[in-house]
DNA sequence: GTCTATAGAAGGATAGAC
DNA sequence: GTCTATCCTTCTATAGAC
């Protein structure tokens, strides 16, 4: 569900586009939907306007009447993801089970499904940018942060509606954070494999991981500040 | 220590190397170390082959005798990290301390270091690689997956080493997948938000699952093969 | 807003002398 | 093995008519 709407378009955002342009056209659209396909399957630096003109069906003309340049477009792209991370993502997990932790899970498994109908070729499209894009683009890096902020955010209050089954005085943002870190790294080894078993046990034991806090939620471990957090580096998403 | 040499040079490989060219000369080593670093800092696409001579000093037609295309370069590049996984990553982790479990978390602690000399600009060089080049050509995927196979391999030696405190049973292979998930995945998320504290927090959250096996190695958690593993995924490394 | 045509730079790769 | 010169393609972006 997650892989099919992203792949098939941007029906959602059309209509909150917050742009002057008329409420008729679709090219502005076209193009976004057109650079978000192909920047996920392929990065950014090896789709040419070429590539996005041809799959959109649009001029060039329009593209850069719409888009100064070929970066404004990512940025685009980048807005495309953050508005859709609820309803294409969250919702659908929520929807799943009433129990908070499934639902974490739930989520891990829509990236799972997205692996399995892509043969391993597409994970998680910000993960993919995030490495090739971080020292180029201010702005975009920026973007790139800011999604994964919104998504560990959306994970945290999970977490927190869990809250009373972890170890007290669990950082839940943290883990949410840890929680990315495990869906990402799985995903990239997946894709390196072209094997779904990076990820499955991935996740496997993050689940282990989990299973144990809720199973001894009074053990601390020493050295392992669960509950502390350096304070500031998440501040994008404030 | 670890970024020191991966970005002074290649003074290791340049005695290892198998090539019939005649041993005195340096062109070759020097076009794979000035393609290394920039790889490195600026992924594959956006680095183009006037960067590489520039940087190596070399001319165009030097490049295209030892090298059939850009590709190839990348594959010796690759091959340049598989023979220095152990000299540069491995071996110094391990002189630091005897206690197989503290010599996983002294390699982990080496790419803290990377990411802290560059600012967390620089992860680590498979990682970044894997998502951008996966889809685009087998050979460099393939030598991307022997990268990790060989990582993973190494890190499931200390597990092996450190077997007895894991819980029966335990599947050090997988293990050693995880931790390559977790490294991974700090990793990218220090670059996006240029901070160290993702990085760092995954892995106390990743300490603190190792002491949790350690401290409990006879719980079981419902759900969780950690001792079992689909067979067959990584004989890029067989 | 959309169209066609094209500028102008940068890209990978090759030729052929030495 | 190394050099210079350059081919040809592809790329991003713009011009200007409609």
Chains 1, 2 share one sequence.
């Not at 294409?88 to 990236?111: C, H, M, N, R, W």
């Not at 883990?175 to 072209?194: D, N």
């Not at 779904?196 to 199973?215: M, T």
């Amino acid at each position: 569900m997650l892989i099919a709407a992203w792949t098939r378009g941007n029906l959602l955002v059309r209509t909150k586009e917050k742009n002057k342009e008329r409420a008729g056209s679709q090219t502005r659209g076209k193009i976004v939907a057109a650079a978000q396909e192909l920047f996920l399957a392929r990065g950014y630096e090896s789709v040419s306007i070429a590539d996005i003109l041809e799959k959109s069906r649009v001029n060039s003309g329009s593209l850069y009447y719409f888009f100064r340049a070929k970066e404004d477009l990512l940025l685009a792209v980048l807005d495309w993801y953050l508005d859709n991370l609820y309803p294409q993502v969250i919702d659908p997990a929520l929807k799943t089970t009433s129990d908070p932790i499934e639902q974490v899970f739930a989520v891990l498994e829509g990236y799972r499904q997205m692996l399995t109908i892509t043969e391993c070729q597409m994970g998680c499209p910000i993960g993919n940018l995030a490495l090739e894009m971080s020292e180029k683009s201010e702005a975009v890096r920026g973007k790139i942060a800011q999604n994964f902020a919104n998504w560990r955010a959306a994970i945290r209050d999970m977490l927190v509606a869990a809250g009373n089954r972890l170890p007290a005085g669990t950082d839940c943002e943290t883990l949410a954070m840890f929680i990315l870190t495990v869906m990402e790294g799985g995903v990239m080894q997946a894709r390196a494999h072209r094997s779904l078993a990076p990820f499955e046990q991935s996740i496997a034991l993050l689940r282990d991981y989990v299973n144990r806090l809720v199973a001894n939620p009074d053990a601390t471990t020493p050295g392992t500040p669960l509950g502390s957090r350096p304070e500031g580096w998440w501040d994008e998403l404030m």
